[in-house]
């Protein structure tokens, strides 16, 4: 009898052993299903991130469980706490859970992260990155991939990057290269109006913090505060300091979010619109840790700001994200132990090659000699109208807009000085107005119409040459004739390599040589005004145009014929004096 109730306990043990058994192999695949997961409604963002991910084919314990029974036991017991404090209401509204470098392993082999790839147009090495310390820290996969972004699961944010490389970093050094990670970008990209080919940037050793300005905002520091989110022991925030036991313990052990401690971390300024303050800020952001406010009257001009009766007028340059760094490359010294960063017409060449070096000396030049000429009638109104009385105001304005253009370099921002100039010019007329006085005309040409090739060629109506051996001035063409610049010009895009002009000599002589220019044989002596020194070879040997035009008193059009492209010589002319 006694073996038989044995038996019975036996059989009966059996049963609820195997019911046991079942229950828990059915608790494990059923909590071991994505949906079970998002029967908690506080995983609900998580899951749904988890669908559209490139994990989603993945059960959720196939990451978040290390391999192995012994971690899956451990897991499914922290798994079923999770439950119960969900049921008693004591689970916090932010779960927290960890997924370790064995279960990324299972699929992607280290043999296959070697190696540097682009992604995204950035540089990766996963070698670099967990085979050795990194600043002093362990990584682990989820260091980089983590769910840092809402609706992104497992994802690599640029604040992770970014707050590893460029803290306590200085910008284009150390781990804040820009070529560690960012290959030298061969397309043209259009900013604010300007075209810019970054293959130049290598061709001339360009630095990519001339044009890109570091954030102004956090440095990625991280205030004690953050520590008591988590921690209430005074043991724990005792070591708040000690980055190294931080860092293993956050990093290495727990992954830890970087941004669950850290300020955010921007790799380089957004920008804004132009003439906003964080705009402004960023085009002198090294200048501005010694010169607050020193430098007011040049970032006014560069930014198109600060004068008086005109409209706000940006630089190019301000509007396609150039800083002060960018032009002011050369320094000299400056007090004790500091420098001063000069600017020149190297560096305009070192980006926008020979040509404008040229260009950079006439933008100086014009804008001095049209300010020189502008205090002068200023002066002389001055001297005319006398203190006080009315004008007094305008004159006051006039000498605003003047000093700003001066003291602020005109260069920096050439269509805005010049217009700061004219309105200056009008303030002063309407002061003398105000008094009787006659007004006075420009100091300088006005190009008479509008044309894009007058943003770089500013000033270009006063300027002079030569050209086919003949002297040149652009003030009667552009200024009286009006002619287009591309007349006579083609456009950079089309022009070959070292043409000027379109045309030779007889493309001159289309226009000079006109019927207009018959009526009006004087009209030869602004090309040919040389034309009297020395002798030039003729028929009858060596001819002086000075014998004949100031003893004989010749003029052009008796001895050539001017009707013809080019002028042809009338050799019966010749006959009246000479016999042969």
Not at 134 to 139: D, E, I, K
Not at 173 to 195: I, M
Not at 537 to 560: M, N, Q
Request: glycine share 8%.
């Amino acid at each position: 009898m006694r073996s038989v109730r044995w038996g019975h306990a036996l059989w009966h043990a059996g049963i609820i052993v195997v019911c046991v058994l079942a229950i828990l192999f059915a608790s494990v695949e059923v909590t071991s299903q994505p949906r079970f997961c998002a029967s908690c409604h506080i995983m609900k963002p998580y899951y749904q991130s988890w669908q559209h991910s490139a994990h989603s084919k993945f059960a959720c314990v196939e990451c978040h469980i290390p391999p192995g029974v012994s971690a899956t036991i451990q897991k499914k017991w922290e798994a079923l706490s999770m439950v119960a404090s969900y049921f008693t209401g004591t689970y916090g509204t932010k779960p927290w859970a960890q997924v370790p470098d064995a279960s990324c392993f299972r699929c992607h082999q280290t043999k296959d992260l070697k190696g540097t790839k682009v992604y995204n147009g950035v540089r990766f090495d996963h070698g670099a990155h967990l085979a050795m310390e990194r600043n002093g820290m362990v990584l682990r996969c989820t260091s980089c991939h983590a769910q840092t972004e809402q609706g992104k699961h497992m994802t690599v944010t640029a604040s992770a990057c970014v707050l590893c490389h460029f803290k306590n970093q200085v910008t284009g050094e150390g781990t804040a290269r820009c070529t560690l990670c960012h290959l030298t970008p061969t397309k043209k990209v259009k900013v604010a109006g300007v075209v810019f080919d970054h293959a130049e940037a290598g061709r001339f050793q360009m630095k990519c913090a001339w044009c890109h300005a570091p954030s102004q905002g956090s440095k990625g520091e991280v205030p004690q505060e953050r520590c008591f989110t988590c921690h209430n022991n005074a043991s724990d925030l005792a070591a708040f300091g000690n980055t190294a036991l931080l860092h293993e313990k956050h990093v290495h052990e727990h992954s830890v979010e970087c941004t669950d401690c850290h300020l955010h971390l921007e790799h380089v300024s957004r920008g804004s619109p132009a003439g906003s303050a964080p705009r402004i800020a960023s085009a002198a952001t090294e200048c501005r840790a010694c010169h607050e406010t020193g430098h007011t009257p040049q970032l006014d001009l560069f930014t198109g700001t600060g004068g008086r009766g005109v409209q706000p007028m940006p630089s190019l340059m301000f509007a396609a994200g150039v800083r002060c760094e960018g032009c002011h490359t050369i320094t000299e010294g400056h007090g004790a132990g500091g420098g001063v960063m000069r600017a020149s017409a190297a560096s305009c060449v070192a980006c926008h090659g020979p040509a404008y070096e040229t260009i950079f000396r006439e933008w100086k030049s014009g804008t001095e000699q049209r300010s020189a000429a502008l205090a002068r009638q200023l002066d002389e109104t001055a001297s005319a109208l006398g203190s006080g009385g009315a004008g007094a105001t305008l004159l006051t304005d006039a000498r605003y807009n003047l000093g700003l253009v001066r003291r602020g370099h005109g260069i920096h921002n050439v269509p805005y000085a010049n217009a700061l100039l004219r309105k200056s010019h009008d303030f002063m007329n309407e002061a003398r107005h105000s008094r009787g006085l006659a007004p006075l005309s420009l100091p300088w040409h006005e190009p008479p119409y509008e044309s894009p090739c007058l943003t770089c060629h500013s000033g270009i109506e006063d300027q002079r040459g030569t050209i086919f051996g003949r002297a040149y001035a652009h003030a009667p063409h552009v200024v009286e004739q009006k002619i287009p610049c591309t007349d006579c010009h083609r456009p950079h895009a089309e022009k070959p390599k070292g043409e000027i002009v379109r045309f030779d000599a007889a493309g001159c002589e289309s226009c000079h040589h006109k019927s207009a220019v018959i009526a009006k044989p004087e009209s030869c002596t602004p090309c040919h005004g040389g034309i009297k020194t020395g002798t030039v070879a003729s028929y009858r040997g060596a001819f002086s145009h000075a014998l004949h035009i100031d003893d004989a008193e010749k003029t052009c059009a008796d001895c050539h014929d001017l009707s013809t492209a080019p002028p042809t010589l009338k050799k019966e002319a010749c006959k009246e004096c000479h016999d042969t």
